[in-house]
């Protein structure tokens, strides 16, 4: 027992020394008074003993700078019991007893340094890298005003000795002046026996945009789960108390689907105490057989050369039917291999540089992933693009918007987990209204779980807001439109872990597609840049992305030898270049796939099969990944 530590208290104050065993305490910047002196219970815990003489020692000291006591100790009949170090309480019968699993403290210093730490109800405070010193600690204000607390100690001083633990104490109060609690939730369903009520029998809609009128004009669109369930939750002042919101399912969404939605827009109180769930039933008789299968491709840390890196890829299906056999591919670059024993799905072939899933699935909602290693050789440039490109395709689909993802890896450059990406190349046609498909992710890499995420994002003039959808998101989320272009994803409560306690869970994003202005001109460039919030912190600023209308989109700079003729076409496109063209995407503005030949050295297509319009055509030769657009007439 070298060394032991030891706590004396007095009212407010909290003082840390270690001893050694049959040696006395030295205090001499100990201030008199009388003191509660206990032996730390994480110490004692640790190592399996008990205080068996007595737990606590009071003793009143002169000031003389010498304390001699005397402790005996037993082994412990719990020793394997974690010691309680922190407590935290609350007189709030109302409040969510999660949130005291990650309350924020901030420790000031003498010399008004600041240090920000979390800690839960019942678990040790551990401050390794915290100074030894006297500190005011209090729990973050911001925290307790959104949760309608006060602490009753604020200011509370400890002298931390660097023993690496506290033991803190803190009774939290309800805050009268605290706005209250707003609540509307319920669910969409198939309405099969048109009663009104959802039956054990009757299926939840996922994915439909239900759109919450508040009562000063604010609107919040929120999605429904795999179950149809949705939910929203905030703040109200107390001269709205009990007033009505009125909610019903997206307008746009309930013209533009096979479902039909018969109820008229429902009111709800918006107070949590009396809100009661709402039931939108719905006649989906004229629903197609089929589902609705979604794929996404991400980036995984770093991509460098002469390593292995990893990419992430996610599908699964929102139903409402099962797909059946369905078919998975990954184009990956041709310059690259994939380590195939870091694919988990064996139902897989290789044909040329693509990974080919054969699967099937009578579940009518599913969701998996796959974090697969390649290896990407040595002697690449550095800021060399490589593109890898994910589809999913079945024999009926009711969404073919959410079957296609695309990824863009600059080879030596770290992964920042927090960005926005478009799916389109900086420059794109002039004459065409193009569909823009926007990834916003976002990472936790903090030490402490984040209670709320959101992202501001102010869309550029040059789009048309009105033509915004929700593609797909990681996490139950509420967009809320402030008008004016200006959209906020919100993530309340999701509680995400962090990356050093859990690293594949610390990741979300969220999904968009938006088309241009139809009136957009030469040069016009579309700009865009998203604020991502932890918490309490200061916003994340993502890059910006760029694209521009100019007509040197109709030649791609990366290779010239590559000539697709002719253009405008009726039914065979040919393909010349020097280089051998092993892999063709045809691909529609709403990102489906809609025609795909792999092979050695591809000479032609055939377009027969295709409606006239507008496409995109992603070749791979030569380690490239190439888009051209093409008018099939």
């Known amino acids: ?3 032991i530590p030891v706590i004396f208290t007095s009212g407010m104050l909290s003082y840390d020394f270690n001893v050694a065993s049959g040696q006395t305490i030295n205090a001499p910047n100990l201030p008199e008074g009388v003191y509660t002196v ?3 219970p994480n110490w004692l815990a640790a190592n399996g003993l008990a205080n068996s003489n007595q737990n606590t020692y009071q003793i009143s000291y002169s000031g003389s700078g010498i304390i001699t006591l005397q402790f005996i100790f037993d082994c412990a009949d719990n020793a394997s019991q974690t010691p309680v170090q922190t407590v935290i309480s609350t007189d709030c019968n109302d409040v969510d007893p999660s949130i005291l699993a990650n309350i924020p403290l901030i420790l000031t210093s003498n010399t008004n340094v600041t240090y920000n730490i979390t800690v839960a109800h019942g678990q040790t405070v551990f401050v390794q890298n915290i100074p030894e010193g006297v500190y005011v600690v209090n729990i973050n204000p911001a925290w307790l005003a959104q949760n309608g607390l006060i602490n009753s100690q604020p200011n509370f001083t400890v002298v931390y000795s660097g023993s690496g633990v506290l033991s803190l104490s803190f009774y939290l109060l309800c805050d009268p002046n605290a706005p209250a609690l707003g609540c509307v939730s319920g669910y969409v369903f198939c309405d099969n026996n048109n009663n009104g009520n959802m039956n054990s029998e009757e299926m939840g809609i996922a994915n439909v945009p239900v759109l919450i009128t508040l009562s000063n004009g604010t609107q919040v669109t929120v999605y429904t789960n795999a179950n149809g369930y949705f939910s929203y939750t905030d703040t109200m002042s107390s001269s709205n108390l009990n007033q009505a919101v009125i909610v019903q399912i997206d307008p746009i969404y309930a013209d533009n689907s096979n479902i039909s939605f018969p109820l008229a827009p429902l009111t709800a109180f ?9 039931f939108f039933g719905a006649n989906c008789s004229n629903v197609p057989a089929c589902a609705d299968l979604w794929s996404t491709v991400l980036p995984w840390i770093g991509y460098f050369q002469n390593q292995n890196n990893q990419i992430k890829i996610q599908w699964g299906n929102y139903g409402p039917n099962a797909p059946g056999d369905y078919t998975l591919t990954l184009v990956y670059p041709a310059d690259v291999t994939p380590i195939t024993s870091t694919i988990m799905n064996p139902n897989y072939t290789i044909v040329g540089n693509s990974i080919v899933w054969t699967l099937n699935s009578s579940s009518t909602n599913f969701s998996f992933l796959d974090i697969i290693s390649f290896a990407v050789p040595a002697g690449i440039a550095s800021g060399t693009i490589h593109e890898y490109n994910i589809s999913i395709s079945t024999a009926d689909d009711c969404n073919s918007q959410n079957n296609y993802g695309n990824l863009s890896m600059f080879v030596g450059n770290s992964y920042d987990p927090n960005d926005k990406t478009v799916d389109l190349p900086m420059v794109i046609a002039p004459n065409v209204d193009d569909v823009l498909t926007y990834r916003i992710r976002f990472q936790n890499t903090g030490t402490a779980p984040a209670q709320d995420v959101y992202i501001m994002d102010t869309l550029s003039a040059n789009l048309n807001w009105s033509t915004m959808q929700i593609v797909g998101f990681s996490h139950p989320m509420e967009l809320i439109n402030y008008g004016e272009g200006i959209i906020k994803f919100n993530f309340p409560d999701i509680w995400l872990p962090d990356s050093t306690a859990n690293e594949p869970e610390s990741h979300g994003y969220v999904l968009y597609r938006i088309q241009e202005n ?6 016009t460039t579309i700009e865009n840049t998203a604020h991502i919030f932890f918490d309490w912190n200061e916003a994340i600023v993502t890059n910006t992305t760029y694209n521009t209308n100019d007509v040197s989109s109709s030649i791609n ?15 065979v496109l ?3 270049s020097s280089d051998a063209v092993t892999s063709i995407s045809i691909v529609d503005l709403t990102g489906k796939i809609v025609h795909q030949i792999l092979g050695s050295d591809i000479k032609e297509i055939d377009l027969s099969g295709l409606v006239p319009g507008v ?5 791979q030769l ?3 990944f190439i888009i051209q657009r093409i008018v099939k007439q």
Do not use: D
């Open 1 to 3: 027992m070298n060394s």
């Open 38 to 40: 206990t032996v730390s």
């Open 270 to 278: 918006f107070l949590c105490a009396e809100a009661q769930p709402l």
């Open 518 to 523: 139809t009136n957009n001109g030469l040069g």
């Open 557 to 571: 700079e990366l290779n010239t030898n590559l000539v697709l003729y002719p253009n405008p076409t009726q039914n």
């Open 574 to 576: 040919n393909v010349s």
């Open 615 to 619: 496409y995109l055509v992603h070749i």
């Open 622 to 624: 030569n380690g490239q």
